[in-house]
Protein backbone atom coordinates (compact mmCIF):
# COMPACT_ATOMS: atom_id res chain seq x y z
CA UNK A 1 0.00 0.00 0.00
CA UNK A 2 1.03 3.90 -1.04
CA UNK A 3 2.19 5.76 1.80
CA UNK A 4 -0.77 8.90 2.27
CA UNK A 5 0.83 12.31 1.26
CA UNK A 6 0.57 14.97 3.70
CA UNK A 7 -2.40 16.32 2.13
CA UNK A 8 -4.68 13.19 2.35
CA UNK A 9 -2.85 12.23 5.47
CA UNK A 10 -4.97 10.44 7.94
CA UNK A 11 -5.42 10.86 11.45
CA UNK A 12 -5.89 8.52 14.19
CA UNK A 13 -6.55 10.83 16.86
CA UNK A 14 -6.02 9.07 20.73
CA UNK A 15 -7.14 10.45 24.06
CA UNK A 16 -8.15 8.40 27.21
CA UNK A 17 -12.28 9.22 26.42
CA UNK A 18 -13.89 9.45 23.06
CA UNK A 19 -16.31 12.34 22.51
CA UNK A 20 -19.38 10.71 24.08
CA UNK A 21 -19.31 8.28 27.41
CA UNK A 22 -21.46 5.01 28.17
CA UNK A 23 -23.65 5.06 30.76
CA UNK A 24 -25.79 2.24 32.28
CA UNK A 25 -29.31 3.08 32.65
CA UNK A 26 -32.14 1.00 33.92
CA UNK A 27 -31.99 -2.12 31.55
CA UNK A 28 -30.46 0.08 28.82
CA UNK A 29 -27.47 2.43 27.89
CA UNK A 30 -27.40 5.98 27.30
CA UNK A 31 -24.21 8.38 26.07
CA UNK A 32 -23.35 11.30 27.61
CA UNK A 33 -21.09 14.13 26.17
CA UNK A 34 -17.30 13.62 27.85
CA UNK A 35 -16.05 16.60 29.85
CA UNK A 36 -13.66 19.23 27.81
CA UNK A 37 -13.22 20.91 24.50
CA UNK A 38 -10.80 18.61 22.23
CA UNK A 39 -13.71 17.45 20.10
CA UNK A 40 -14.46 20.66 19.01
CA UNK A 41 -10.92 21.55 18.68
CA UNK A 42 -10.36 18.30 16.40
CA UNK A 43 -13.00 17.64 14.97
CA UNK A 44 -12.63 19.74 11.55
CA UNK A 45 -9.51 18.14 11.43
CA UNK A 46 -10.69 14.47 11.59
CA UNK A 47 -13.55 15.05 9.32
CA UNK A 48 -10.91 16.88 6.52
CA UNK A 49 -8.88 13.61 6.87
CA UNK A 50 -11.72 10.98 7.22
CA UNK A 51 -9.61 10.30 10.40
CA UNK A 52 -10.90 7.98 13.38
CA UNK A 53 -10.91 8.79 17.13
CA UNK A 54 -9.90 5.90 19.78
CA UNK A 55 -10.78 6.03 23.50
CA UNK A 56 -12.08 4.68 26.66
CA UNK A 57 -15.96 3.92 26.28
CA UNK A 58 -15.74 5.47 30.14
CA UNK A 59 -17.65 2.38 31.42
CA UNK A 60 -16.55 0.44 34.74
CA UNK A 61 -19.64 -1.71 34.45
CA UNK A 62 -18.27 -4.83 33.07
CA UNK A 63 -21.23 -5.53 31.16
CA UNK A 64 -21.65 -6.40 27.73
CA UNK A 65 -25.14 -6.83 26.20
CA UNK A 66 -26.70 -6.51 22.61
CA UNK A 67 -27.52 -2.75 23.41
CA UNK A 68 -24.66 -1.74 24.31
CA UNK A 69 -22.61 -3.50 21.27
CA UNK A 70 -24.94 -2.06 19.08
CA UNK A 71 -24.15 1.66 20.53
CA UNK A 72 -20.66 0.74 20.27
CA UNK A 73 -20.81 -0.13 16.44
CA UNK A 74 -22.86 2.93 15.90
CA UNK A 75 -20.68 5.47 17.41
CA UNK A 76 -17.87 3.43 14.81
CA UNK A 77 -20.25 3.49 11.71
CA UNK A 78 -21.45 6.94 11.77
CA UNK A 79 -18.77 9.15 13.68
CA UNK A 80 -15.56 7.43 13.29
CA UNK A 81 -15.02 6.65 16.93
CA UNK A 82 -13.59 3.15 17.84
CA UNK A 83 -14.58 2.27 21.46
CA UNK A 84 -11.84 0.52 23.77
CA UNK A 85 -12.64 -1.52 26.90
CA UNK A 86 -10.91 -1.36 29.64
CA UNK A 87 -11.22 -4.23 32.33
CA UNK A 88 -13.38 -2.31 35.51
CA UNK A 89 -9.91 -2.59 37.73
CA UNK A 90 -7.88 -1.98 35.29
CA UNK A 91 -10.08 1.08 34.51
CA UNK A 92 -10.51 2.11 37.74
CA UNK A 93 -6.51 1.79 38.74
CA UNK A 94 -5.43 3.65 35.08
CA UNK A 95 -8.19 6.54 35.43
CA UNK A 96 -9.46 7.11 39.14
CA UNK A 97 -5.93 6.40 40.41
CA UNK A 98 -2.48 6.46 38.92
CA UNK A 99 -3.90 9.50 36.26
CA UNK A 100 -5.52 11.44 38.94
CA UNK A 101 -4.02 10.71 42.16
CA UNK A 102 -0.51 10.63 41.07
CA UNK A 103 -0.03 12.51 38.08
CA UNK A 104 -2.23 15.20 37.91
CA UNK A 105 -1.44 16.38 41.07
CA UNK A 106 2.28 16.00 40.68
CA UNK A 107 2.31 17.90 37.25
CA UNK A 108 0.22 20.80 39.29
CA UNK A 109 2.83 20.76 42.30
CA UNK A 110 0.33 19.50 44.68
CA UNK A 111 2.80 17.21 46.17
CA UNK A 112 0.63 16.88 49.40
CA UNK A 113 -2.13 15.07 47.44
CA UNK A 114 0.27 12.61 45.29
CA UNK A 115 -1.10 8.66 46.20
CA UNK A 116 1.44 6.27 44.47
CA UNK A 117 0.22 2.57 44.64
CA UNK A 118 1.89 -0.56 42.99
CA UNK A 119 -1.44 -1.71 41.69
CA UNK A 120 -2.37 2.09 39.78
CA UNK A 121 0.73 2.07 38.21
CA UNK A 122 0.44 -1.77 36.66
CA UNK A 123 -2.84 -0.48 35.93
CA UNK A 124 -1.51 2.68 33.88
CA UNK A 125 1.04 0.46 32.44
CA UNK A 126 -1.91 -2.14 31.47
CA UNK A 127 -4.15 0.61 30.09
CA UNK A 128 -1.27 2.19 27.73
CA UNK A 129 -0.55 -1.15 26.07
CA UNK A 130 -4.36 -1.62 25.20
CA UNK A 131 -4.54 1.86 23.71
CA UNK A 132 -1.15 0.26 21.78
CA UNK A 133 -2.75 -2.86 20.68
CA UNK A 134 -6.47 -1.04 19.41
CA UNK A 135 -4.01 1.74 17.14
CA UNK A 136 -2.34 -1.30 15.54
CA UNK A 137 -4.96 -2.75 14.78
CA UNK A 138 -6.06 0.59 13.00
CA UNK A 139 -2.40 2.00 11.58
CA UNK A 140 -1.97 2.37 8.03
CA UNK A 141 1.17 3.45 6.22
CA UNK A 142 1.98 7.21 6.24
CA UNK A 143 -1.46 7.66 9.31
CA UNK A 144 -0.43 10.14 12.08
CA UNK A 145 -1.30 9.23 14.97
CA UNK A 146 -1.62 11.98 17.51
CA UNK A 147 -1.89 10.79 20.95
CA UNK A 148 -3.39 13.63 23.87
CA UNK A 149 -2.35 14.22 27.57
CA UNK A 150 -1.18 12.67 30.70
CA UNK A 151 -3.05 9.63 30.98
CA UNK A 152 -1.75 8.02 27.92
CA UNK A 153 2.01 8.90 28.96
CA UNK A 154 3.49 5.39 28.03
CA UNK A 155 1.79 4.96 25.06
CA UNK A 156 4.05 6.84 22.58
CA UNK A 157 7.09 4.91 23.74
CA UNK A 158 5.36 1.38 23.40
CA UNK A 159 3.90 2.34 19.81
CA UNK A 160 7.00 3.39 18.50
CA UNK A 161 8.57 0.10 19.76
CA UNK A 162 6.15 -1.92 18.14
CA UNK A 163 6.12 0.42 14.81
CA UNK A 164 8.90 2.18 13.98
CA UNK A 165 7.94 4.00 11.23
CA UNK A 166 4.91 5.11 12.26
CA UNK A 167 4.35 9.04 12.56
CA UNK A 168 3.77 9.83 16.22
CA UNK A 169 2.92 12.85 17.95
CA UNK A 170 1.81 13.44 21.46
CA UNK A 171 0.40 16.73 23.55
CA UNK A 172 0.23 17.18 26.96
CA UNK A 173 -2.33 19.61 27.98
CA UNK A 174 -1.04 19.97 31.48
CA UNK A 175 2.01 21.72 32.51
CA UNK A 176 5.14 19.61 33.07
CA UNK A 177 6.30 19.99 36.34
CA UNK A 178 9.96 20.85 37.10
CA UNK A 179 12.95 18.09 38.16
CA UNK A 180 12.72 18.14 41.76
CA UNK A 181 8.70 17.59 41.83
CA UNK A 182 8.90 15.32 39.29
CA UNK A 183 11.10 12.42 41.23
CA UNK A 184 8.75 12.73 44.12
CA UNK A 185 7.25 9.71 42.62
CA UNK A 186 8.81 6.15 41.32
CA UNK A 187 8.71 5.21 37.56
CA UNK A 188 9.84 8.74 37.06
CA UNK A 189 11.66 7.89 34.03
CA UNK A 190 9.17 5.71 33.09
CA UNK A 191 7.10 8.47 32.95
CA UNK A 192 9.60 10.23 31.42
CA UNK A 193 10.46 8.22 28.55
CA UNK A 194 7.46 8.67 26.81
CA UNK A 195 9.84 10.76 24.24
CA UNK A 196 12.01 7.37 23.09
CA UNK A 197 12.38 7.46 19.49
CA UNK A 198 11.56 10.02 17.07
CA UNK A 199 8.07 11.87 17.90
CA UNK A 200 6.81 15.60 18.21
CA UNK A 201 5.77 16.87 21.42
CA UNK A 202 4.00 20.36 21.26
CA UNK A 203 3.54 22.02 24.98
CA UNK A 204 1.25 24.93 25.52
CA UNK A 205 3.87 27.26 26.68
CA UNK A 206 7.77 27.26 26.35
CA UNK A 207 9.37 27.51 30.00
CA UNK A 208 6.91 24.06 30.02
CA UNK A 209 8.48 22.47 27.35
CA UNK A 210 12.16 23.55 28.55
CA UNK A 211 11.48 21.56 31.71
CA UNK A 212 10.52 18.70 29.70
CA UNK A 213 13.64 18.72 27.76
CA UNK A 214 15.72 19.34 30.72
CA UNK A 215 14.19 16.58 32.60
CA UNK A 216 14.76 13.70 29.37
CA UNK A 217 18.25 14.95 29.75
CA UNK A 218 18.66 14.47 33.76
CA UNK A 219 17.16 10.55 32.74
CA UNK A 220 19.68 10.11 30.45
CA UNK A 221 16.83 9.52 27.77
CA UNK A 222 17.62 11.01 24.73
CA UNK A 223 19.24 14.71 23.18
CA UNK A 224 15.90 17.06 22.12
CA UNK A 225 15.91 20.10 20.25
CA UNK A 226 13.19 22.10 20.43
CA UNK A 227 11.28 24.99 18.14
CA UNK A 228 8.55 27.83 18.32
CA UNK A 229 5.89 26.61 16.06
CA UNK A 230 3.66 29.31 14.70
CA UNK A 231 -0.06 28.66 15.45
CA UNK A 232 -3.23 30.39 14.40
CA UNK A 233 -4.21 32.05 17.88
CA UNK A 234 -1.10 31.10 20.25
CA UNK A 235 2.76 29.74 19.83
CA UNK A 236 3.21 26.15 20.91
CA UNK A 237 6.70 25.23 21.78
CA UNK A 238 7.76 21.89 20.24
CA UNK A 239 10.12 19.30 20.88
CA UNK A 240 11.52 16.61 18.75
CA UNK A 241 13.20 13.64 20.19
CA UNK A 242 15.87 13.48 19.44
Known sequence: MEKQTDSIRRVILVSNRLPFTLKRSGSGWRTEKSVGGLASATG???????????????????????????????????????????????????????????????????????????????????????????????????????????????LPRMLRQKAPDANIGFFLHIPFPSSSVFRVIPNENNCCRVCWAPITLPFTHIVTCSIFALRCCVCSVLPVRWTALPMTAARYASTRCP
Open 44 to 154: PILKRSNGIWIGWTGDTSGIEDRKRNESLERWARTKGYLALDLPPDTARGFYDGYSNQTIWPLFHYFTSHVRSDPREWRAYVDANAAFCDAILTQLKPGDLVWIHDYHLML
